[in-house]
């Protein structure tokens, strides 16, 4: 298969003055005929999911599962410590003393939820990516939707995907984006 020797294309980006205006557009964008697209911030905007129309993350029910996983190995593991591998009266306190497993409890149930949401979190959000649309501009201070290309069918070369950059720029203009430009996918790894 070819392999393009030039940059290319990752979308158009529209740069937006106020979270407000990049909420509204946001909302406009995702009801478009523009489905590929995300939004960049130099801080959290409360509300940006929801304009986006992205589904709730997994990543607390996986890390959830494993801190409930290890609260229950450290417990497991301490009642058989104590009552069958290393068993003995210390101060006539029982076997199956609570209180004195909280702290491996505390810790397992931390370790393995700790170690889980990192690993949530690269296989959910697909880390590490291969390539990424820059722009140094959107590390500062700005707000910016970048409309992508729609991916083509690898498994079909003669589909093309129709995408106009021209029109994407009209269209980011029209909802309010004080400057528009395009921008190059550049590779991390070659």
Same mark, same amino acid.
């Given at each position: 298969?070819?392999?393009?020797? *030039?940059? +290319?294309?990752?979308?158009? @980006?529209?740069?937006?003055?106020?979270? #407000?205006?990049?909420?509204?557009?946001?909302?406009? +964008?995702?009801?478009?005929?523009?489905?590929?697209?995300?939004?960049?911030?130099?801080?959290?905007? &409360?509300?940006?999911?929801?304009?986006? *129309?992205?589904?709730?993350?997994?990543?607390?029910?996986?890390?959830?599962?494993?801190?409930?996983?290890?609260?229950?190995?450290?417990?497991?593991?301490?009642?058989?410590?104590?009552?069958?591998?290393?068993? &003995?009266?210390?101060?006539?306190?029982?076997? =199956?003393?609570?209180?004195?497993? +909280?702290?491996?409890?505390?810790?397992?149930? @931390?370790?393995?939820?700790?170690?889980?949401?990192?690993?949530?979190?690269?296989?959910? =959000?697909?880390?590490?990516?291969? !390539?990424?649309?820059? #722009? /140094?501009?959107?590390? =500062?201070? /700005?707000?910016?939707? +970048? @409309?992508?290309?729609?991916?083509?069918?690898?498994?079909?070369?003669?589909? !093309?995907?129709?995408?106009?950059?021209?029109?994407?720029?009209?269209?980011?203009?029209?909802?309010?984006? !004080?400057?528009?430009?395009?921008?190059?996918?550049? *590779?991390?790894?070659?």
């Amino acid at each position: 298969m070819h392999k393009p020797t *030039g940059p +290319v294309l990752g979308g158009v @980006i529209g740069f937006f003055e106020s979270p #407000d205006s990049l909420l509204e557009a946001t909302r406009k +964008v995702r009801d478009s005929q523009f489905k590929h697209f995300d939004c960049y911030t130099p801080f959290a905007v &409360h509300g940006l999911d929801e304009a986006q *129309g992205l589904a709730r993350s997994k990543v607390p029910y996986v890390t959830g599962a494993f801190a409930f996983t290890g609260t229950t190995c450290a417990v497991l593991w301490q009642y058989a410590a104590s009552k069958t591998w290393w068993a &003995h009266l210390v101060g006539g306190k029982p076997f =199956n003393s609570l209180p004195a497993f +909280v702290p491996i409890i505390f810790e397992l149930s @931390i370790l393995f939820g700790g170690i889980a949401t990192f690993f949530g979190m690269a296989f959910f =959000n697909r880390l590490p990516k291969s !390539k990424r649309i820059y #722009d /140094r501009s959107l590390t =500062n201070d /700005r707000f910016a939707i +970048v @409309i992508e290309p729609p991916p083509s069918d690898p498994h079909d070369p003669e589909a !093309k995907v129709e995408f106009s950059t021209e029109q994407a720029e009209s269209y980011l203009k029209s909802l309010g984006a !004080k400057d528009t430009r395009k921008v190059f996918e550049e *590779g991390w790894f070659a």
